[in-house]
C-alpha cells in the first residue's frame, strides 16, 4: 500500500471541514471529525516533509523518525529555520488536537481551517519550484 498524497489528505480535511461527501456526512453525524480532520492534516504535513527529503536527501527520507526529519529542517539542506519553526510548530498543534484527552474540547472547525490552510502554505514552500 502507497503512503497518501498531501493533496489527498488535504482535500479528505477539507471534506471533513465542510461536512461533504460521504466522509464528511458521515463524520459530522457520528460527532469524530475534528480529530479526524487534525489526523489527516497532520498526515498531509507528514506527507509534504517525507518529499521533500525525498527530493533533497534521499539518506534523510530514509530515517524512520518524523521528528529528526523535522530538526533536519532547520540545517543547510533545509528551506530555512522560519519554514522549519512553522512546521514544527503546526506539527506539534495539530497532534495534541489528534489526542483525546477528556478535560479538553476537540479543536474548533476555525482552528482547523487555520491550521489546513497553513499546512497548504509549508507543502507549496517544501516544493522545489518555491524554494529559495
Known sequence: MTAPTPQRCLAAAD???RGAGLLGTTAVTAGWWPRACACMIRLALEAGVDGYWRRVQPAVAACR?????QL????????????????AFAWVTLSAATHHHCYELAPGAAELRRLHTEVSTLLAQLE?????
Do not use: F, H
Open 72 to 87: 533536519m529542517l532547520r540545517g543547510r539542506l533545509g528551506p530555512g529555520r522560519e519554514t522549519a519553526r512553522r512546521v
Open 15 to 17: 471534506q471533513l471541514l
Open 65 to 69: 523518525q518524523g521528528r529528526a526529519k
Open 128 to 132: 522545489p519550484t518555491t524554494r529559495r
